[in-house]
């Protein structure tokens, strides 16, 4: 497993592009980094699938190519439900390779719940 500062070139430009203007949670097996750079809260898939979220906030779920901590295809399914949702990829040069980056329609009933 690469160490944490090469990490970073993964981590840092994901979070940075996930910042927001209104209250943001990111779902994600790096954080408190994640949460760090994107001034959002953040919560591992593990926390993520015991708790109610926020409601009026944006919730969104990370997962690397190479990432660790999170879930399979079935997992995510079950943490998304029937939730609106958005998906878009995000580069990165760092080790952990690309993520994908799905977004909870605000508003919608977002939650495991």
């Known amino acids: 497993m690469p160490g944490p500062t ?8 994901v ?3 996930l910042s927001s203007k209104g209250p943001c949670l990111l779902v994600t097996g790096y954080e408190p980094e ?8 953040a919560v591992t898939y593990a926390q993520y699938s ?11 779920f990370i997962l690397f190519e190479r990432g660790r901590l999170q879930p ?3 997992g995510l399914q079950r943490l998304i ?3 609106p949702h958005t998906s878009r990829t995000i580069r990165t040069h760092g080790p952990l390779g690309t993520s994908i980056v799905i977004t ?3 508003g919608a009933g977002n939650g495991p719940r």
Do not use: E, N
């Not at 090469?6 to 430009?13: E, F, K, N, Q």
């Not at 994640?34 to 809260?41: E, I, K, N, P």
């Not at 015991?50 to 969104?60: A, F, G, L, S």
């Open 34 to 41: 994640v949460g760090w750079y994107s001034g959002c809260d």
């Open 104 to 106: 909870l329609t605000p």
């Open 72 to 74: 399979d295809a079935a």
């Open 50 to 60: 015991q708790m109610t979220p926020p409601r009026d906030t944006k919730i969104t």
């Open 15 to 17: 979070a940075r592009q």
């Open 81 to 83: 439900g029937s939730h």
């Open 6 to 13: 090469s990490l970073s070139h993964s981590t840092v430009p």
